[in-house]
């Protein structure tokens, strides 16, 4: 192969003017020329359209090229799509390497045009360097367990299970609790119609029961999971029982759960200060108290004030019950007397808050409308106030329920994050001092009950699952999907996938979307049958080995094993190229395909060139 | 050559750090541009010899990012990477190189901030250390 003459065709993109804004471009492109072996160098508008793709495969053809570098955003995203075009063209996918020149250069050196366009040649001529030492490779095929395991038995785990199943693949669906349904079963209803989440939740869990490809293990851990794409070997522990089983994809929506504000607002000083999800359960419980009253505080321990992110279904939960207190009261009271929380509740008529309501009365025509309804059965109107910073009601529905919760005379009061509303308990009875940012006057409400809007969190056992699955958690502790646009529901590691609030916070819709998707994505390998593992293995040239097997021992896969004549050997279908056994062999006698001594070395040279002064 | 400025050789694992690079970008986060990537599937790859080359060629500095221990992809690569950093550390001793121009950092796919601060606090690092002494040595 070394005799081969190498022809090397580059493509540099502009990303529209991602690249072209902060690089000079052409610059780049007219340097790369003199660059050795490359026959040909081009940039493109976006080499990832279609233009871009095409001028790649015809390139190839009219000159003969058996190299190719494209310069453009990052292999992260972009190689797969790359090596698909080399190869439609004939060339084998291992003839082609990507120069980052985006992600890592133009938007990091945005302000700094000269020194962003000699970094970018400096890396393009490490690609080259890179590409002259090249060597086509063969995927070695190998087959799949036509079997799927889905850890998490909520809405999106059931989801997945029910779409991969439904698609002829058998999936085990493991659950750590003693039933299925997952965080949804908190709650007494769900947005925006009020469905009854118990009914909601009942429809999916009897498909999933009654589908014959569907096994439900509850009570039940991934506590090992070995192998790789298409090949898992996974042990499921059954309180204590544990069970080997083998399948081809791991699809993970362990859930989520609720923050508790512990110190936040009074929290724990009273029993009628509750969290969101705490308060579906006095409704679906039908334990709530009496009540003339009500508070929610939004953005509980979200947006900064613990967790950095805004928790986004909160706003919407809190806007549908409001709703439901205010045209539901009545029924989601149940019979009197059971387990009320509230003594005593008289109408509230603290001298400020008289003072508002007719203020509220005197700015507003709807003051009849809501005598009419003050009048009807159920006595004097419940006062309901939501405290937020902004309500995030996105989408269409969502701002219809605020608009419509406005109308029935929910008052949402903002706050700023540095003047929160202040709780305190006195003798037993809620008292909330906050400043209102409209009016610009200090005023006091004394509620029945507050209702604390926390974020959801990341699971207590994220990380472990993270460890054992070696796949990536975010900043705030939820897993980190391959690409947020462009891979959603892919983790970087082939084979895994990820869905629902266990990826961040999602309300049902989102999840069971995510859940669908990620099991679409999964089926992939099942209905294809085979997978080509990337061809990045180690390989022993036993000629040089000397057979210390210090290799063997440091290989995570247990990939290398010693022959009958003494000599390393490596599985190549278990081998994942990490390289670690390359780097111990004190004989050199091992050989890293596709990352191979030479072409690290001839990049870290290019990379020099210029430097020694 | 005009001014000096220093030139690092960034080695950054695939699954981490190299992301972390990445994320940096998609996040707008602006640092100096004295770094070259290169990527390797784990830090674990990586033999002391790589290192001494990269000084021997004209490298003021060189960063050796992975993922955090624990997070490897490939298990324990990391671990065993920081066994050989060391030792390629008491190796530039040796040779009268300062230990402060090899840096071993755990950078995780989330960690763009981290990469960015890394990068610009190196390049701060390398420029009160001056020229690699390697500089300008025949080969």
New interface residues.
Partial sequence: MSDEEKRIGVFICHCGSNIAGFIDVPAVTEYVKTLPDVVFATRNLYTCADDGLTSIKESIKEHKLNRVVVAAC???THAPLFQGTCQEAGLNKYLFTFV?I????S??????KE??T??AK??LR?GVARARLLQAQDEVKVGVTSAAVVIGGGVAGMSAALSIADQGFPVRLVEKESELGGFVRNLSSVYQEREDAGALLKTIIDRVRSNPNIEVLLNSEVISADGFVGNYDIIIDTKGQERNDKVGVIVLATGTREYIPKGLYGYGQSPNIVTLTEFEKLVKERKLPKLSSVAFIQCVGSRGQDKSYCSRICCNVSLKNAMNLAENYKNMRGLEGTGAVVEAAAPKETPSEGGERRHGRRGRRGGAEESEEGGASEGPKLEIVIFNRDIMAYGVDHELMYNKAREKKVRLVRYTPKNIPKVSVDSGKLVIDYWHDTLQMQRRMTPDLIVLATPVTSQADAKEI??ML?V????DGFF?EAHVKLRPVDF??DGIYVCGTCKGPADIPEAVSQGIAAASRASIPLARGFVQPEA?SAFVDSEVCSGCGNCIE?C??TAIRKNEHGKAEVTIAAC?????C???CPENAIF?NN?S?EQ??A???A??Q???? | MTEWDPKIVAFCCNWCSYAGADLAGVSRMQYPPNARVIRIMCTGRLEPEFILRAFELGADGVLVAGCHIGDCHYVSGNEKAEAKIAMAAELLDVLGIDKRRLRLEWISASEGRKFADTMKDFVDKLRELGPSPLKGVTQ
Avoid: I
């Avoid at chain 1, 994942?576 to 670690?580: F, R, V």
């Fill in positions: 990052t292999p992260r980052n985006r992600d890592q250069c938007w990091v050196h945005m302000k700094e020194k962003a000699e970094k400096d890396l490490m993270s460890m070696k990536p958690l975010g900043q980190l970087a590691t990045l440091v995570p896969f994942k190229g990490c390289g670690n390359g780097a111990t890293m990352y001594d690290l070395l990049e870290a040279k990379a020099l210029e430097a020694k002064g």
